[in-house]
């Protein structure tokens, strides 16, 4: 029988260097694949389709199917959560999401207490991949991190430079701080339920940690990561925690040392030889490839890759982009990335 040692993934994630590194990529299941614009257009809406568990649960299959990766990432969204405490939220196609926006002083308004509930049908979607993935295929639940799910609860949305959020973080401390820790209390419970639905990893995502000075991200990415991570630890659950502190450039050793999380994700924009020194030598490292030069192709998608495999071949690594695939990447150019990590051509 195959145990969860076994998987290529969780030995990485526990700190061993696997030769070829375990491979999947951010945002897999997606808009690229013809399959999945097939599923897409049979839901209403796509917060409907993030909680129909059989319409999930097809789609986290498919890039499985397609390309053999070494793990699944449960199909669902960060924006989830602001819908689970009450929040609106919708997506408007070719803008993306949008919320009605929140003041940090509503936090006390929010529904903490309907998160399990609502997000029942994402166990159910993770209990149903568990039961058909390739034994060596391990299984991925993730949420995003406070600080992420914040500036898209304060400003409406998604915004170029977090405007709104950072003033506001600045401005209002006290209320922007507990309105972190209602996120993260909830980011935490939703975390425990996705592991105890079949996820063999989690995965929490701070896409808007860049650009902060070392005071804010202290107290709105590293204190409030640390809270979701020991909660989740509180309550018995021993999967890894992957951290993304995407474009926190030079914040990130300090991100892997007193976070708690077990692995770390790098952006494609971070200085790989500085990581390699700043960044403890035994924390397990995801990702780095730019998702342009999968769009791209060709020779300068093989450099890219073995780049990346030379550079890392002396950690437990784990193979991915530095942000999510995007949707006009040709589906042959993640083949071909696929067969070079594992040395096939
Ligand atoms: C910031 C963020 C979001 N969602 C997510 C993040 C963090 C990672 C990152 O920085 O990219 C995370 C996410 N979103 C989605 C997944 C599924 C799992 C996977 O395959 O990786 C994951 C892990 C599905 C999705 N989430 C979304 C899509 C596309 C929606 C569609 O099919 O119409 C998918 C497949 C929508 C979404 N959801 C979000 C945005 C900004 C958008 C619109 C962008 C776009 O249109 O591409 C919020």
Redesign the pocket.
């Known amino acids: 029988m195959t145990g969860a040692s076994d998987k290529p993934l969780l030995r990485a994630l526990a700190g061993e260097r696997v030769d070829p590194p375990p491979i999947w ?7 690229y694949l013809p399959e ?2 097939e599923v ?1 257009a049979t839901q209403p809406d ?1 917060i409907s ?2 909680l129909n568990p059989e319409a999930a649960a097809e ?2 299959l498919q ?1 499985i199917r397609r390309y053999g990766f070494d793990a699944a ?7 989830l959560i602001p819908h689970a405490l009450g929040q609106k939220v919708w ?1 408007v ?5 949008k919320l009605e926006p929140i003041a940090p002083a509503d936090a006390g308004t929010l529904q903490p207490e309907s998160v399990e509930s609502r997000l029942a049908p994402v166990g159910e979607t993770l209990s149903r991949v568990a039961a058909s993935l390739p034994e060596t295929c391990a299984l991925i639940g ?1 949420a ?1 991190a406070p600080w ?1 799910v914040a500036t ?1 609860m304060v400003e409406g949305g ?1 915004s170029k430079d977090r405007w709104t959020a950072r003033s506001l973080a600045w401005a209002q401390p006290e209320a922007f701080d507990e309105l972190l820790a209602v996120i993260a209390d909830a980011t935490a419970r939703y975390l425990v339920m996705q592991a105890q639905s079949g996820a063999e990893a989690l ?1 929490v ?1 701070d ?2 940690a860049e650009g902060l000075p070392d005071p804010l991200f202290d107290r709105v990415v590293i204190r409030p990561t640390r809270r979701v991570v020991d909660q989740v630890r509180a309550a018995g659950v021993t999967a890894p925690i992957i951290g ?1 502190p ?1 474009g926190c450039g030079p914040h990130y050793p300090r991100y892997a040392a007193e976070t708690g999380v077990d692995a770390i994700a790098l952006d494609h924009g971070l200085d790989t030889g500085w990581a390699r020194k700043a960044l403890p030598a035994n924390i397990p490292v995801q990702g780095q490839l730019d998702p342009a030069v999968l769009k791209a192709g060709g020779a300068a998608l093989d450099g890219e890759a073995d780049r990346l495999l030379a550079a890392w071949s002396d950690r437990p690594y784990v193979f991915n982009l530095g ?5 006009d990447v040709p589906p042959e150019n993640v083949a071909r990335l696929v067969t070079r990590v594992r040395g096939g051509g």
Request: aromatic share 22%; glycine share 14%; proline share 7%.
């Open positions: 990529l951010m945002r897999q299941a997606g808009r999945y614009r897409r796509f389709f993030c789609v986290t890039p990432i449960v199909f669902a969204d960060i924006l997506f196609k070719g803008e993306g999401p993730f995003g992420t898209y998604g995965k995502f896409s808007w993304f995407k942000h999510g695939i995007s949707p």
